[in-house]
């Protein structure tokens, strides 16, 4: 099942209602986790408030996507899974995050294989589709990335703890 | 005698990056701090397949820069942390329970360091531009945003 997830704490009404208008369009199945101060009722997605991380963990690994705010935990799973991820970035001018930084990471990160940006929920039917597309033809995302940072940034660490 | 670490970050995305950076404390008596008891089993897991000691784990409340008195709990609870595990060195991802493990660590003499989230693309988060001058080293994950003054860039967690 396609995993959409926003993050811990802030609801996200506007990429789940989205996604919800899409799933019922196109029959897709989806799973969703949507927070405890979301305002929307899915109608055509199973839905949760809160997964614990193994849950979490659990539904990355069997999703054939991921659909997710522009967050760095959603996005570097699906680095390391090496799985397609749509994000719709929250917006500063919305109250959606504090400010752009969302908007930003999404701009960096957009150019790399697998990730789709929808920069407003228009684009959502069309990365999502893209998305489906990457999946039936096994050509994804780019190969799952390293476990761990890059050298230096560890040996710059590593140096100032035994320091 | 091995260096005591504490390794900080609250849940999702800044705990996932921490994570990444685990080899930089290999070696050490490390210990955890995060805003979720979810992560200590994998933690205790990995530990045991290796054969290594389990690491500390220490929870604290969630808070937002709005949550005045969950930011009072949270730095209450970090301060008996930092008192209890008395940490030679000081590692955070963010973001402000890194914000006062630092602040925390310099009173204490450890050295600290704050590696500002991959997220922050284009500014610092606020709590790596409040904490630059209190981190022994400071860090961005972009090359744009570094300074001469700091922070520094020494690659990313990718």
């Known amino acids: ?64 996507f991921l659909i997710a705010h522009a967050g760095m935990g959603s996005i570097l799973a699906a680095l390391k899974l090496a799985k397609p991820i749509v994000v719709l970035p929250r917006r500063g001018h919305l109250n959606e995050t504090r400010n752009d930084h969302q908007f930003a990471t999404a701009q960096k990160f957009g150019t790399r294989p697998g990730i789709l940006v929808a920069e407003t929920e228009a684009d959502l039917p069309q990365r999502l589709s893209q998305a489906q597309a990457l999946v039936a033809a096994g050509t994804g995302a780019a190969g799952p990335i390293s476990p761990t940072a890059e050298p230096r940034l560890i040996a710059a660490i590593r140096a100032v703890i035994l320091s | 005698m091995s260096k005591r670490v504490l390794a900080v970050a609250s849940g999702g995305g800044h705990w996932i990056q921490l994570l990444r950076l685990k080899p930089a404390w290999d070696g050490c008596q490390v210990s955890y701090v995060t805003t979720t008891n979810g992560f200590r089993a994998d933690l205790v897991a990995e530990a045991q397949a290796k054969d290594l000691p389990i690491p500390g784990y220490w929870v604290v409340s969630e808070a937002n820069r709005k949550q005045k008195l969950r930011l009072l709990r949270q730095l209450l ?59 022994d080293l400071w860090l961005t994950q972009w090359p744009d945003i570094a300074t001469e003054d700091g922070p520094a860039f020494e690659g990313s967690v990718l």
């Open chain 1, 1 to 64: 099942m396609i995993f959409l997830t926003i993050g811990t704490h802030e609801p996200f009404d506007r990429l789940v209602r989205a996604v919800d208008a899409w799933a019922g369009e196109t029959g897709a199945e989806v799973f969703a986790q949507i927070t405890d101060r979301a305002e929307f009722v899915p109608q055509h997605m199973t839905y949760v408030n809160h997964v614990d991380p193994a849950e979490y963990d659990a539904r990355c690994a069997a999703a054939p």
């Open chain 2, 77 to 135: 609870k970090l301060t008996w942390i930092v008192l209890r595990v008395r940490p030679h060195a000081i590692v955070t991802t963010g973001a402000s329970v890194g914000y006062f493990a630092i602040r925390l660590g310099k009173l204490v003499g450890a050295k600290c360091i704050w590696i500002d989230s991959i997220a922050n693309a284009e500014v610092l988060s606020m709590s790596g531009q409040m904490v630059g001058p209190h981190a």
